[in-house]
Every structure is written in structure tokens, then in C-alpha cells.
């Protein structure tokens, strides 16, 4: 859009004022407007959604206004004389308890502690930024902030555990194989085990070890047949059928990749074991693909939140894979912003 005059015009407003939207999004969700939609199970009028919600009424008129004109909702109308708000597939992503929710990463990424790192982007990216925008606006690294930090942990804990109620589903559909013949599972960086246990419950045959920081696994709730264990995927791993690394390597350099990805290669049985890699990979060249542009979106956020994480095309993967001892590796699309990569011993 904004390689053409006309185009430009309309397209430099949206960054002018782009952030209106998630400011906007992120106060309907704070009122619980979609809950409260899906509860009442119809189309609700204006007066009755400002009541339930107890809010002032052309005010909450106007945030509706915005939020349909970007179809977050829609309305539709009641009888012959009313018209009423309904959520739309945009808005059932907000409701905050359901199946395919997305409000946990959205509170999070527009919380002041990771949105004030981007301030900090430019400093990072001059000779010399050696500094995480992060840390130059938290005054600690990620790990650490979070470690200080038990409300942001959660939040953090709770955004990736939404993420992967999506993405293991995709997984399984897409390409259940990659568990055939496992018995023994790791996730190493695993969060609070709810990617471990969506697996587990779908394949009954898998024990799990979830692996993480000990401060996270502290929090993290009790799965059956999952076994939480705090420690440091820089010192060691530990040892089963195969290891899981989702949305891990990408917030490290390649230096600190070889490390832990030859402490994962130490961990797996040297016949039949693998390292199953989750995250998104990016195009050697530019694909007008709509993940793609997620995947682009990601690496900037990788910049800006970790010390020296990046998002990694296929060669680059296949460069610390080498690095690492690995001897071979397949990626499949799984239709999602994230590629599985099987990589073998
Ligand atoms: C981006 S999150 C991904 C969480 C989970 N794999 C998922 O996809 O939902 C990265 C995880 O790595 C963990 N982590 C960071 N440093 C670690 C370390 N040295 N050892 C183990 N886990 C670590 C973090 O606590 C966090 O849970």
C-alpha cells in the first residue's frame, strides 16, 4: 500500500495512530466485553452490555463503534427495531476463558514492561547497542525480571501456554508421527507443562519431564504422568527418548544455541532418539505469505525482549543443528506461525 502516492497517504495514518487498535482491543478485554457477550448467548443492545458491564454508555457506544468498524465485533439486529452486539471469529479470540483464547499474549505484549523496550529498539540496533531494549527499560534481562517478578511470570507463563493450547493441536493434526515410537519425553524450556501435557493426554504412552527455570516450575500446576523439573538447559538435560525445544532457540544467538542443542544431543539415546525444534522459521527471501509477516513481526519482537534471540531461516537452523553434532533434520509446515524440525544424532 504504501509504494503508491494515494496508498502511502491513507497507510502513514495507520501508523500515525496504529496503536488505537491494540489499546482498544486491550480495554475490551479488560471490561470483559466478549465474556460477557458469550454469557448472554444473543445479540446485546447497547444499554444492556453498558449495564452488565457497568460502564458509562457513550463512551462504551464509541469503543463499540471503533471495534466494529475493524470487525472485532459485529451487529445484528434484534426484532425490527433493535440492534444488538454479537461476537464475531476476531472476538471469540478474546474471551478469556475460551478454547482458541489469545488474551493472555495480548496482555502481555501490551504491558508497559514490554511495550517501554521498544523505545530502546534504535539504541540496540546503533555500533555499540549492547544492551537488550529490554533490559535498558526494565533495568534486567527477561529471565531475571521475570524471576523478580512472580504477577509478570504469570503472565508470561499463561500468554505461552495459550499460544501452545494452539500450536500442539496443529502439531498433532498436521504431523502426529513425530511422537511415534516415543516413551520418554522431555520439554526442555517447557513453561508451566501445558505443551507437555496436551501431548501426553493425546498420546498415552509418552511420560513426560517438563524442564524449566526453577522459579517457573515452582507455579507450574501437576499433569499426570509429567514430572516438573527446575534446572538449567545450559548445564544439562535430561535424558529420554526425545526433547522437545518450542519457541526456545529463538531467544538465544547461535553461540548459546550449540550449547544447549549439544546438551540435547548428550540427553537422547544415539539410535533412535531426536530433537523435535517448534518455532517459526523464516523465508530465505521475502513470500507475501500473512504468517510470514508474523514470522518478521516475531523477529522484531526477539530484538527487542530477549538479549540476542533472532528468528532463523532454515540454513541458519541447519547451521547450529551442524554445529551441535546433528546429523540430519526435516521441517514440515504445520499451517501455523511455527515449522516442526525433526533433528537425528
Ligand atoms: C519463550 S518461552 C517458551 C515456553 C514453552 N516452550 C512454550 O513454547 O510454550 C521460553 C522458556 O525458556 C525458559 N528458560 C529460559 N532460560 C532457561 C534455562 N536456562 N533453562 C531452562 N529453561 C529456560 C523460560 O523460563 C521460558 O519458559
Known amino acids: 500500500m504504501g509504494d503508491t502516492e494515494d496508498g502511502a497517504e491513507v497507510e502513514i ?22 465474556d460477557v457477550i458469550e454469557n448472554h448467548g444473543s445479540p446485546m443492545p447497547l444499554p444492556e452490555l453498558a449495564a452488565a458491564l457497568r460502564c458509562e454508555p457513550s463512551r462504551l457506544h464509541r469503543i463499540m463503534r471503533f471495534l466494529v468498524h475493524f470487525h472485532v465485533f459485529k451487529q445484528e439486529p434484534i426484532g425490527q427495531h433493535s440492534v444488538g452486539f454479537s461476537l464475531t471469529p476476531f472476538s471469540r479470540r478474546l474471551i478469556k476463558h475460551g478454547e482458541k483464547t489469545m488474551v493472555p ?8 514492561i514490554l511495550l517501554g523496550a521498544w523505545h530502546s529498539l534504535s539504541a540496540r540496533v546503533l555500533e555499540g547497542g549492547n544492551i537488550s531494549p529490554f533490559e535498558a527499560a526494565n533495568g534486567m ?10 504477577c509478570h511470570s504469570k503472565l508470561f507463563n499463561d500468554a505461552m501456554a495459550s499460544r501452545a493450547r494452539l500450536t500442539i493441536p ?3 493434526e498436521a504431523c502426529r ?6 516413551e520418554s519425553l522431555v520439554d526442555v524450556g517447557g513453561g508451566n507443562g501445558t505443551a507437555l501435557s496436551l501431548i501426553v493426554k493425546a498420546f498415552p504412552g509418552i511420560r513426560g519431564i517438563n524442564l524449566d527455570l ?3 516450575v515452582a507455579t507450574a500446576p501437576t499433569f499426570d504422568r509429567i514430572e516438573n523439573v527446575g534446572g538449567d538447559m545450559f548445564m544439562s538435560v535430561p535424558n529420554a527418548d526425545a526433547l522437545l525445544l518450542m519457541w526456545v532457540l529463538q531467544d538465544w544467538d547461535d553461540e548459546e544455541c550449540i ?3 549439544k546438551k540435547c544431543r548428550e540427553a537422547i539415546p544415539e539410535d533412535k532418539g531426536k530433537v523435535i525444534i517448534v518455532e517459526a522459521v523464516v523465508e530465505e527471501d521475502d513470500k507475501e505469505d500473512e504468517l510470514e509477516t508474523v514470522r518478521l513481526m516475531l ?18 537452523l541447519s547451521f547450529v543443528l551442524q554445529q551441535s553434532g546433528f546429523s540430519r533434520f526435516n521441517a514440515k509446515s504445520i499451517h501455523t506461525v511455527e515449522s516442526v524440525i525433526e533433528a537425528y544424532p
Not at 13 to 34: D, H, P, R, T
Not at 141 to 150: F, I, L, Q, R, T
Not at 177 to 182: A, C, H, K, L
Request: proline fraction near 4%; aromatic fraction near 10%; glycine fraction near 6%.
Open 177 to 182: 508421527q513425530v511422537f511415534d515410537g516415543v
Open 170 to 172: 496443529a502439531i498433532i
Open 141 to 150: 534481562d527477561m529471565w531475571s525480571y521475570a524471576e523478580a517478578n512472580p
Open 105 to 112: 499474549l495480548i496482555l502481555l505484549n501490551s504491558s508497559p
Open 299 to 316: 523477529d522484531m519482537v526477539m530484538m527487542t525482549h530477549t538479549n540476542k534471540g533472532r528468528q532463523r531461516t532454515l540454513k541458519e
Open 214 to 216: 526453577p522459579h517457573v
Open 259 to 261: 550449547k544447549i542443542l
Open 13 to 34: 495514518w495507520n501508523y500515525v495512530f496504529g496503536y488505537s487498535k491494540i489499546a482498544v482491543v486491550k480495554c475490551a478485554i479488560e471490561l470483559g466485553v466478549a
